[in-house]
């Protein structure tokens, strides 16, 4: 399920910013790229996210989107027939895929992410003071 919320991603990246853009009727070189992202996703983001740490939190998360920006652009070069032409380019697609990842995986509650609104005041219960962390309620 998250390989295809990635690939409706990189197709609506595709669609919307100049510069990422698969060779026409080439669905095969979509797939491989989305693939070929998830997996860098997987093994190498996690330890360039352990490396930069430090500038990631100066910049409060915001330097995840290079780091996005530097695997979309590694693909696009990679994969033939899926084609990322600047990093400008590779940079406003990791936002755009980022942004069309968080909107389906929670509207098809797939990601850990739940949001729960709810009107009035909220009762307390028993599990409310056991012990088992800190609770904020809005």
């Given at each position: 399920?998250?390989?295809?919320?990635?690939?409706?991603?990189?197709?609506?990246?595709?669609?919307l910013v100049r510069g990422i853009h698969y060779d026409h009727g080439n669905w095969v070189a979509l797939l491989v790229a989305t693939l070929l992202l998830g997996l860098l996703n997987a093994f190498i983001r996690p330890?360039?996210?352990?490396?930069?740490?430090?500038?990631?939190?100066?910049?409060?998360?915001?330097?995840?989107?290079?780091?996005?920006?530097?695997?979309?652009?590694?693909?696009?070069?990679?994969?033939?027939?899926?084609?990322?032409?600047?990093?400008?380019?590779?940079?406003?697609?990791?936002?755009?895929?980022?942004?069309?990842?968080?909107?389906?995986?929670?509207?098809?509650?797939?990601?850990?992410?739940?949001?729960?609104?709810?009107?009035?005041?909220?009762?307390?219960?028993?599990?409310?003071?056991?012990?088992?962390?800190?609770?904020?309620?809005?």
């Open positions: 399920m998250r390989w295809a919320i990635t690939t409706v991603g990189v197709l609506v990246a595709a669609h330890l360039l996210l352990l490396l930069s740490l430090p500038l990631v939190l100066l910049t409060l998360g915001l330097f995840m989107l290079v780091i996005n920006a530097g695997l979309l652009y590694l693909v696009g070069r990679t994969v033939r027939g899926f084609h990322v032409d600047t990093f400008g380019a590779a940079f406003w697609g990791a936002l755009i895929i980022s942004v069309v990842y968080v909107f389906l995986n929670l509207l098809t509650g797939t990601g850990n992410a739940r949001v729960k609104f709810r009107r009035g005041r909220r009762k307390p219960t028993r599990s409310d003071h056991d012990g088992d962390g800190p609770v904020i309620d809005v």
